[in-house]
């Protein structure tokens, strides 16, 4: 008795359609859903063919119903059901016998689904055409930004050719510099622009791989210098000299992860090596890795670096700058080369940017280059660095930490003797680094003089100079 009422209960309140019928296909009993939604009343249902309400699976060429056969709907999943009103809508049906023998059939609307379709091609079709919108007046915005910003940068070459005073170059600089930044981030929204749109292509052309990673090197080499650090760069000898591909975005590519390393390193080194993983016939795979002992990145934060205007710390944007469009360019530049970018590092140990592209051999014969004057050149300035102590410089009282500082105190003196100020600031942030794990005590006299150096103070600058030599000396023994 207590099974019958719940299954009364379920028959009335269930949402889907049911309907009980005969071997005839004559109606036996239909559920509230079936009358609701068919526009009969309960009565009116009751005894009439499943082919009123399934119109087109029993009308015969003439618009005649069909006498019932249920082979003509039972294996149908999906159909449409008519109302009263003759109107239709689509159902999803299933059937199955009750206890007592008699045939059921459930049928579910769909025009929810119909309705979800269309509006999700509306959608898309709306987002594509937004997008095309979007991409064009990118890059009108960015094409009319160039013209300004190109003129600025040629007042100011021709200026700086007729101005001796030096602060007023000084201040042309520092424009010139701002010029700089504003076009690399104008060519970054419009590359960004470009993939999205699928508007990108990449060349393919014959170029000398070693002599493109000189370039690449030479041009980070003055503010490697201003920063002094360490440059190492090895290539792998068996890499082919001349090579066909887009060498463009491999630069492209390359100054990203280099400008990155540089940006976000104080003290320690850079390192390039590039090896060659695989060759078929005329294709090479080349695996690149950049190294640096910068401020890392925390597994969290990585996540989210190769992300469209993303950094993977907020605080980085303010400090550092950018788009935060950079590596997710860079990863696109790659995936089109077919190859996969990934990064390994830690927060406080330095980040290691590893990626693999595809390219192709010339078809002409060349001599084989024994190795390219990239690896040659800086290997010859750095040495054997790679082979000395990994222990990490920003640990405080470490013995490349207390070698270091010793070298950056001596030249920030030097520097406030000279009244190198621009020089200084940079030392002074760079001893700030070195002795994060020192203690609080050091945070009051680095603060005076990273605020006397702004000033050009020299007296300020140099007591909070021997004040945190005092503090050095105590803290380290020396």
């Not at 005649?64 to 009263?84: H, L, N, Q, V, W």
């Not at 009750?98 to 987002?127: F, V």
Request: glycine letters at 6%.
């Amino acid at each position: 008795m207590e099974n019958s009422r719940i299954n009364s209960t379920i028959f009335e309140e269930t949402k889907e359609i049911v309907i009980v019928y005969d071997v005839n296909g004559e109606i036996t009993a239909v559920n509230r859903s079936a009358t609701e939604k068919l526009g009969y009343k309960e009565e009116e249902l009751i005894g009439i063919s499943l082919g009123r309400v399934f119109r087109q699976e029993f009308q015969d060429e003439n618009g005649d119903y069909a006498p019932f056969d249920k082979g003509r709907i039972e294996d149908k999943s999906e159909t449409a059901m008519y109302r009263k009103n003759s109107s239709c809508f689509p159902v999803q049906v299933r059937f199955f016998d009750t206890e007592d023998g008699a045939e059921c059939l459930l049928a579910e609307d769909i025009s929810w689904r119909n309705d979800m379709d269309i509006r999700i091609r509306q959608l898309k079709e709306e987002e594509e055409e937004n997008s095309r919108v979007r991409n064009e007046f990118t890059a009108n915005v960015t094409h009319e930004l160039r013209t300004p910003v190109n003129g600025i940068k040629g007042h100011v070459n021709n200026l700086l050719e007729h101005i001796e005073d030096k602060e007023h170059r000084k201040i042309l600089d520092v424009i010139l510099f701002c010029c700089d930044n504003m076009s690399a981030i104008i060519n970054n929204i419009l590359d960004f622009s470009k993939l999205e749109a699928g508007k990108f292509t990449l060349e393919k052309a014959e170029f000398d791989f070693y002599k493109m990673m000189d370039q690449v090197i030479a041009t980070h080499m003055a503010e490697i210098n201003r920063k002094e650090l360490g440059i190492s760069v090895y290539i792998d000898r068996s890499i082919p000299q001349f090579l066909i591909g887009d060498a463009l975005r491999i630069n492209q590519i390359l100054n990203n992860l280099l400008s990155n390393a540089i940006k976000f390193t104080l003290v320690g080194q850079i390192s390039v090596d590039v090896s060659k993983t695989m060759q078929l016939n005329d294709s090479v795979e080349l695996f690149f890795m950049v190294k640096d002992s910068g401020i890392g990145i925390s597994k969290e934060e990585q996540d989210k670096l190769f992300q469209s205007f993303k950094q993977a710390d907020a605080s980085i944007t303010r400090r550092f700058g950018g788009t935060g469009l950079g590596l997710s360019i860079t990863k696109q530049l790659v995936e089109m080369m077919n190859g996969t970018i990934h990064v390994d590092s830690e927060k406080g140990k330095g980040s290691c940017f590893s990626f693999s592209i595809k390219l192709h051999t010339s078809q002409n014969e060349y001599e084989s280059s024994e190795l390219g004057s990239a690896y040659s050149k800086w290997s010859s300035i750095t040495g054997e660095a790679e082979k000395e102590s990994q222990e990490s410089f920003m640990e405080f009282g470490s013995e490349n930490n207390r070698v270091e500082l010793a070298k950056r105190m001596e030249k920030l003196v030097l520097s406030l003797e000279l009244g190198s100020w621009e020089k200084a600031e940079l030392l002074a942030e760079t001893i700030k680094a070195l002795t994060q794990g020192a203690g609080e005590e050091m945070k009051r006299p680095i603060l005076r003089l990273e605020m006397g150096i702004r000033k050009e103070n020299y007296e300020k600058s140099m007591a909070a100079y021997e004040q945190l030599k005092d503090i050095l000396k105590e803290k380290l023994g020396d």
